[in-house]
């Protein structure tokens, strides 16, 4: 996110414009709690994990008098446009801000779950995967070393992106996905063929959206199954949203951020900016939050293909 609050701080600057940044997220926002932004007030910040601006879920904003409040916020800040960084409820937010307060707003996606239609990737996805990759590259010295097998629980509620990626990233026998109908006789089936073509390290990568059961409850059937298994369980939970962001994250942001700006100077709002196919659209926040996102079917039999 800050490669992505840089951009917008330094392509208003470009085009003479100012810009503040609000803290906490909408919670700030009501609050007045802002800092004014310049293109050098931002330098030194494209490495930084996290946003320096903070975040917040903010339950007074899911109100009409919350959002009245923040209206005139902006008003009294003599703010014309709003930028809003983040997921789907963030963008149900900006979109009721502005149909009740008449404010322009534009999103920029920030989820690693990169599960918005309407971009092929949201700032954060690339460096959670190669956050996720890097781990399980570690627990496979000791799967091969010991002969273990791995449930490795990834991120991902409600979308199995993160998961498919990492399992063919890493090497994965099996990825266990929220969108896929998948079974623990099938997943047996998965141990049965490792076996046969003599598989020394076992790494199942899970989503936490599993639709057969936890990570835990996935080893005690694996054990109960085939107790010759030594089944060890690795959750990677919040590491994955951490870290100094990618070369393709920094990339990413930077484009985005620049095309919000551009898009709030042509006149749109309402929209998320996105990134398709190496191209930039804009996308309606209805459209992106509602649509939802499919699985790339390719990278699936990539995945299945490569985990002989």
């Known amino acids: 996110m800050n490669a992505a ?3 917008v701080a330094r392509t208003a600057s470009y085009h003479d414009l100012k810009v503040s940044g609000y803290y906490r997220g909408y919670d700030g926002l009501m609050d007045g709690d802002s800092v004014g932004m310049t293109a050098r007030s931002v330098k030194n910040t494209l490495a930084m994990g996290g ?9 007074a904003f899911r109100t009409v008098q919350g ?3 923040a209206a005139k916020t902006l008003e009294s800040d003599g703010v014309d446009a709003l930028v809003v960084i983040g997921g789907d409820g963030s963008f149900r937010g900006a979109q009721a801000l502005s149909e009740e307060h008449g404010i322009p707003v534009i999103g920029i996606p920030g989820t690693i779950d990169n599960d918005l239609y309407g971009t092929d990737h949201s700032i954060g996805f690339d460096t959670a995967v190669n956050t996720v990759m890097h781990a399980v590259d570690k627990i496979r010295d000791t799967a091969n070393s010991h002969n273990r097998f791995f449930l490795v629980e990834v991120m991902g509620r ?10 063919i990233a890493t090497g994965g026998m099996d990825a266990i996905l929220p969108e896929v109908e998948y079974s623990v006789d099938e997943l047996f089936e998965t141990v049965r063929q490792g076996a046969k073509h003599k598989k020394t390290s076992n790494i199942v990568i899970v989503a936490e959206g599993s639709t057969i059961g936890s990570p835990a409850e996935l080893a005690q059937a694996l054990v109960t199954e085939f107790p010759e298994l030594d089944v060890k369980v690795s959750t990677l939970g919040h590491m994955q949203r951490g870290g100094s962001p990618s070369h393709l994250d920094r990339i990413l942001a930077g484009r985005l951020g ?11 709002n309402q929209v998320m900016v996105g990134l398709q196919q190496g191209q ?3 996308v309606p926040f209805d459209k992106a939050c509602s ?14 293909i490569l985990s002989i």
Do not use: C, H, M, P
């Not at 409600?158 to 399992?167: K, N, V």
């Not at 649509?291 to 299945?304: E, H, I």
């Open 5 to 7: 609050i840089r951009a």
């Open 291 to 304: 649509q939802g996102k499919d699985l790339n079917l390719d990278l699936l039999r990539v995945a299945d």
């Open 280 to 282: 930039l659209n804009y």
């Open 51 to 59: 946003t320096w601006l903070k975040s917040a879920r903010s339950e």
């Open 158 to 167: 409600d979308s199995g992106f993160i998961a498919l990626s990492a399992a």
């Open 258 to 268: 620049v095309g919000a700006v551009d898009g709030l100077l042509q006149g749109k």
């Open 67 to 69: 959002r009245a409040i």
